[in-house]
């Protein structure tokens, strides 16, 4: 069983190994060309490279490489399926192929038959075959290798790669959206999209965006577009979209929603003139990005007393005169204090439903005495009223006895008789 499942493993990493490998043919005459084995797979609109290397016979002189694409059941390709000419570069190619194909390696002596193949659509899988002419011992010559490259080509699945730097209101930055594939072949058409929180869009006009070319080794080429905007809190929370079309209509984009850094203004609100003995509720609010923390502190003449920490609403129930002055709303936005005021007046209630006190204070006094008089009435009347309840009761008790003892006195004298 064990043995078995050994087997199994090292037939697949053989098979899996022998896809990617590199394999060389030979002919009997000593012409020989190494391919990959296998298919080699690509996604349209990038492209391919077909790795490719050959040997010719004794005495001949390499002078031009040409590639064709025809069916793989077709023993030799035709001329008219010649899709790369390293000499005649677009006489006799097919025209779908010109400019598309290019050598990896442009001096031929080299004996090195790699090439690219551009701007990649669904139609260029296949099988392509390679010849080689030049001359043997002074005389033209050719060879048709009959060991053949496979391409296939899949749908596109690479995204852009959008880079956004940290976004903070006002200040200046530059997005890059840089297209998959490294290529050389045509320059693809990056666009920026905006998609707002209403859902609208509106694209951004290409001298805003940059597409800047990378010219990278082997002749390939990244391509980056770069957007230069100042960003404000109405950007936060919306879509930034960036579109790249390649050659041939294939598509691709990557969409990121934007964060930006702003505060705004801090914001109070509640009641600031309270009579003794209401509740004092003041919030303190202020919209930002990442978001603010919020505590309240009071100033009075010994400094600053803290109130209330890591909460936006201050509540204090049935306040006092001491506690009118200064309050003060301190939001932290990034390690930045931001301060605001608020100035509390807690006024006697007496005070506010008249204009002057003089006149009260004479029905104060006058009230003040009635109160304690009718309380001293209802306390005098609550004791006479006690020791009123205990006598009747008392004599209740003994009228009854004396009313019990009649009555049965009653019936023994008429049961008597
Ligand atoms: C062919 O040339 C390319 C580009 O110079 C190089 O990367 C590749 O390794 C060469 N292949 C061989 C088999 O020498
Ligand atoms: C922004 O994009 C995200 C996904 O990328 C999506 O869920 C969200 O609805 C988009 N918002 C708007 C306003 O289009
Ligand atoms: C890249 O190479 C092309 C020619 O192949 C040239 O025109 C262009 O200026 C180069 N760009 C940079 C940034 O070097």
Not at 16 to 43: F, I, M, N, P, W
Request: overall charge positive.
């Amino acid at each position: 069983m064990i043995l078995l499942i050994w087997a199994t493993l090292l037939l697949s990493v053989r098979g899996s190994s022998a896809e990617t490998a590199e394999k060389q043919h030979c002919d009997y005459r000593g012409y020989c060309v190494t391919l990959t084995e296998g298919e080699l797979t690509a996604e349209a609109g990038l492209c391919v490279v077909i790795p490719c290397s050959f040997t010719t016979a004794y005495g001949f002189t390499p002078q031009s490489i040409v590639w064709y694409k025809c069916e793989q059941s077709t023993q030799q390709c035709d001329d008219s399926d010649m899709i790369f000419h390293s000499k005649k570069y677009n006489q006799n190619v097919q025209p779908g192929f010109r400019r598309r194909v290019s050598l990896l390696e442009p001096d031929v002596s080299q004996n090195n038959c790699s090439i690219r193949i551009n701007n990649l659509s669904d139609s260029d899988s296949g099988s392509y075959q390679l010849r080689v002419n030049g001359d043997r011992f002074g005389r033209p010559d050719g060879y048709t290798f009959s060991q053949r490259a496979t391409v296939s080509v899949t749908d596109l699945t690479q995204k852009p790669s959008v880079m956004i730097p940290p976004l903070t209101e006002g200040k200046q930055t530059t997005l890059t959206c840089t297209a998959p594939g490294l290529c050389s072949g045509s320059r693809p058409k990056i666009s920026w999209m905006w998609r707002e929180a209403g859902g609208n869009d509106s694209y951004i006009t290409e001298n805003i965006a940059v597409v800047k070319t990378e010219n990278l080794t082997a002749g390939t080429k990244r391509y980056r577009s770069t957007l230069d905007f100042s960003p404000s809190a109405e950007h936060h929370g919306t879509n930034i979209t960036c579109k790249v079309s390649f050659n041939g209509g294939t598509t691709t984009e990557k969409t990121l929603t934007l964060n930006v850094n702003y505060v705004k203004k801090v914001q109070i609100s509640g009641n600031r003139n309270l009579k003794k003995g209401e509740t004092l509720n003041l919030t303190c609010s202020v919209e930002s990005f990442p978001p603010s923390f919020v505590a309240w502190t009071k100033r009075n003449c010994m400094g600053s007393l803290i109130r209330n920490r890591r909460s936006s609403t201050l509540v204090i129930p049935d306040v006092r005169a001491e506690h009118s002055g200064q309050y003060v709303c301190e939001a932290m936005y990034m390690e930045r204090p931001l301060l605001s005021y608020v100035n509390i007046t807690v006024s006697l209630d007496l005070v506010i439903n008249c204009g002057s006190c003089r006149p009260v204070l004479p029905w104060v006094v006058a009230g003040v005495s009635l109160s304690v008089h009718v309380l001293v009435i209802i306390l005098i009347s609550c004791l006479w009223n006690s020791r009123k309840k205990v006598k009747p009761n008392q004599e209740d008790r003994t009228y009854m006895s004396l009313q019990r003892t009649d009555t049965s006195s009653e019936y023994e004298v008429i049961a008597q008789c």
